[in-house]
């Protein structure tokens, strides 16, 4: 089967591939538009395995609130221009709202999860053959209920929190809001202190206790007295540990729990994802870098 010129535009467009290797496919596929495209995915998904084992601890933080349901993603590449890409950033949506319309039950279930008859995974590949970066679907989470927001530095950290409250009260989701902006930054290691762990808490007292016995001036304080220390110490921990028992950013004289309380908002629960965190970073000397490519 005989191609053009305008063939190969075409196949080029529909890849995003060279023009010389939709020339060599089609050529290969007797001018078959669709055998041609097979063979480049095969030779694509050949080209992203060479890339799989370089770090990917760059990319984009995204959520997406439809009917009901939010769902978090956060998807890796090699390099932060690669994240501000258009069609990585669409792909990074794409993901989120098929992690609300499937439900995967892991990454795994995700990635063999299809979008119009090809797979995540498929997809993901891919869009590493063709923008040349290693890629990674890392995380996501899925809340359903009433969900609100919070993207941080164009998608450096997300945060989703679940509310009980009436979101079509504008005073509700602007607290809902703040709630999730403070979520961002502070980073509370626990919700409540009521979700603190018993040994947590153990743990930190004697820390504490040993603390005020290396004090000289604490030597011949009664035991009552040096409790009542403790504990004062330990609602201190509370305070700037837990998300609602910290003082409200925006407004220091009341508790983030207070402060939710009055505008009719009750948190059931939260997720912070900071983009790369946990991952290692690639270190690249740009300078180093251009000189090799002027040689």
Known sequence: MAFTASDVKDLREKTGCGMMDCKKALTEADGDMDKAIEILREKGMAKAVKKSGRIAAEGLVDIVVEGGVGAMIEVNSETDFVAKNEEFVTMVKDFAKQVITNNPADVEALLASTIQGAT???????KIAKIGENMNVRRFARFEGNVVDYIHMGG??????KVEADLSNTGAVTAAKDAAMQIAAMNPLYMDKSVVPAEDVEKEKNIILAQIKEDPKMANKPENILEKMVDGKINKF?????LLQQKFVKD???????????NGVKLIDYVRFEKGEGLEKKEDDFAAEVASMAK
């Open 120 to 126: 995540v995974k498929d997809i993901l590949t891919e």
């Open 156 to 161: 450096k950290i997300g945060v989703m929190v």
């Open 238 to 242: 509370f305070e700037e540990n837990c």
């Open 252 to 262: 220091d004289k009341v508790s983030v729990e207070k402060y939710l309380a009055a």
